[in-house]
């Protein structure tokens, strides 16, 4: 069990938007923490998407955006396209466990 | 462009030392600013972060691994190092090393499963 949750898994239509949630507490993203987003494609390694709560790095569509409130975070694609079907996991760090940890991931359908 | 490629015993038996290496290419270890990190995922599960060093050789290790993980680096090969003993069935998964900028891993090598089994 991860001390970030994450829905198991969501699912959107082509052309919609969805969310995916990233939720804390106060000795990780409610203590400032910086949150980062990955996206796994089938078989292949995780790739940074978001990082620093809302930052994309160089080649990241902004159909993808981060946000935080409190002790969570979340994880926002727009315009779904059938390519984005994947795994997403947030990361963050936590004070009480000292050690940087991944919410349990959360799969994208594309309906 | 820099990239990693992990590298090491695909199969290890119960009780013994997973040994994998992380052969960066494309740039240098050494570059200021930088941690390389290792991350593991079990089969069919989510990431859990392993540790990380640096070039100087600080290391850094998820505390309920540390006791059985070792991390370091050769700048002269331009390569970084995990060892894990006293495997069990649990430690079977794709392992990940990656360069790490401030709290994040931005460039990750394509993985390499790892399976502890007689």
């Known amino acids: 069990q991860s001390v970030l949750t994450q829905p198991p898994s969501v699912s959107g239509a082509p052309g919609q938007r969805v969310t995916i949630s990233c939720t804390g507490s106060s000795s990780n993203i409610g203590a400032n923490y910086d949150v980062h987003w990955y996206q796994q494609l089938p078989g292949t390694a995780p790739k940074l998407l978001i990082y620093?709560?809302?930052s994309r790095p160089s080649g990241v569509p902004d159909r993808f955006s981060g946000s935080k409130s409190g002790t969570s975070a979340s994880l926002a694609i727009t315009g779904l396209q059938a390519e984005d079907e994947a795994d997403y996991y947030c990361?963050?760090?936590?004070?009480?466990?000292?050690?940087?940890?991944f919410g349990g991931g959360t799969r994208l359908t594309v309906l | 462009q820099l990239q990693l490629r992990e590298s090491g015993s695909g199969l290890v038996k119960p009780s013994e030392t997973l040994s994998l290496t992380c052969a960066v290419s494309?740039?240098?270890?050494?570059?200021?600013?930088?941690?390389w990190s290792w991350i593991r995922q079990p089969p069919g599960k989510g990431l859990e972060w392993i540790g990380y060093?640096?070039?100087?050789?600080?290391?850094f290790y998820n505390p309920s691994l540390k006791s059985r993980v070792t991390i370091s680096v050769d700048t002269s090969k331009n390569q970084f190092s995990l060892k894990v003993s006293s495997v069990t069935a649990a430690d079977t998964a794709v392992y990940y090393c990656?360069?790490?900028?401030?709290?994040?891993?931005?460039?990750w090598g394509q993985g390499t499963m790892v399976t502890v089994s007689s």
């Open positions: 494309g740039g240098s270890i050494s570059s200021g600013g930088y941690s």
């Open positions: 990656a360069r790490r900028v401030g709290s994040r891993c931005d460039i």
């Open positions: 990361q963050s760090y936590d004070s009480s466990l000292d050690v940087w940890v």
């Open positions: 060093i640096y070039q100087s050789g600080t290391t």
């Open positions: 620093g709560h809302s």
